[in-house]
């Protein structure tokens, strides 16, 4: 099996290919096809859920990443022992469903639209979400810090222990402790409100700018790597991302951020109105 020709960074819904592969997924089975419009959860950065939608007409209940080498066989998901895009595997979106189909037939695809746009506006609203904390931040830094697109020190990147997108959200928790004191931020005196009501009036803004979002695709294959590019009003902005998008930020309506804080854990929760 060669790696999986992807179609939904150019924000494909439907595609028509041939089945290349069937393999075990528990008691499932995993349909491998040449060409896919099909988003599978990542393995090694698990931000943004499967699609899902209908293969040959049988419900794609679960899209996951698969690897594949010669001496190694076929790793799934979190079985997977090397890093996205590792030289000598071929990189597959395998779709998971209850009954198996035959190698060799043509297959249409088609993904729930309407959960992929919920989907793709979360994750939009996340990279806006993470770049309006890190301004929002930019005062309470005592050191020099690595900087985003924007010049201000990038804290998401400092800080980040997971992502997760939901329909019209994501939920982003970051590290405060030690390490991130040692680089430059201290963390005990956030006021997190009005942190968090800095931030909204930079997206309320960013939104109604309506900035067009693109991703840049170097490639065709799963484990490309693309970038999510936004030309906001102080500068266009590019963060490494394998999901999908919306393409312009007026499509989001409105997008505010809620911060909570337990210890040395701050929660970011962004939620998309449209
Ligand atoms: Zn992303």
Not at 6 to 19: A, N, Q
Not at 117 to 143: E, Y
Not at 182 to 191: A, E, I, T, W
Request: with cysteine.
């Amino acid at each position: 099996m060669n790696s999986t020709v992807v179609t939904f960074p150019d924000g494909h819904v439907t595609g028509r290919s041939e089945i290349v592969g069937v393999v075990p997924v528990g008691a499932r089975h995993g349909l491998v096809v040449a060409e896919t419009p099909f988003h599978p959860l990542d393995h090694t950065w698990p931000d943004q859920p499967a699609d899902l939608g209908t293969l040959g007409g049988l419900p794609v209940v679960d899209c996951v990443t698969g690897a594949w080498a010669d001496q190694e066989g076929l790793r799934l998901g979190p079985d997977i022992p090397v890093r996205r895009g590792a030289d000598g595997w071929e990189w597959l979106v395998v779709h998971v469903t209850e009954t198996p189909l035959p190698v060799g037939e043509t297959v249409d695809l088609v993904v729930d639209a309407g959960h992929r746009a919920a989907l793709s506006a979360g994750h939009t609203a996340c990279h806006l979400a993470a770049l309006a904390l890190n301004a929002a931040l930019a005062g309470h830094w005592r050191k020099e810090a690595a900087r985003d697109g924007l010049g201000h020190p990038d804290f998401d990147q400092a800080a980040i222990t997971s992502s997760r997108i939901t329909p019209d959200g994501s939920v982003d928790v970051y590290r405060l402790g030690k390490s991130l004191r040692k680089k430059g931020f201290p963390g005990d005196d956030l006021d997190l409100d009005r942190v968090a009501a800095d931030a909204n009036e930079r997206l309320a803004a960013w939104v109604a700018a309506g900035a067009p979002v693109r991703i840049d695709v170097p490639g065709r294959w799963l484990t490309a790597r693309r970038t999510w590019h936004c030309a906001l009003p102080e500068g266009e902005v590019s963060i490494p991302c394998g999901g999908t998008h919306v393409a312009r930020t007026s499509e989001l309506g409105s997008v505010t951020v809620a911060l909570s804080r337990e210890d040395a854990t701050l929660t970011m929760r962004t939620t998309v109105t449209r």
